[in-house]
């Protein structure tokens, strides 16, 4: 919705294009579960030589 309105910031000083940073916010999500996932199996790996 932030895209199609072109949602800028109250702010006369603020962001004039607010909606690109919300955009990245699922983008940032995305790579957190990657490196999470990256975690996990670097763990599962180090149990099964133990």
Known sequence: M??????A????GGLQYRWIVK???PFAF???V???LKELV???EKWKSL
């Open 2 to 7: 932030s895209f199609v309105q072109h949602e």
């Open 9 to 12: 910031s109250s702010d006369p």
């Open 23 to 25: 955009s990245l916010m």
């Open 30 to 32: 995305v790579l957190l």
């Open 34 to 36: 990657l490196q999470a």
């Open 42 to 44: 670097s763990d599962i």
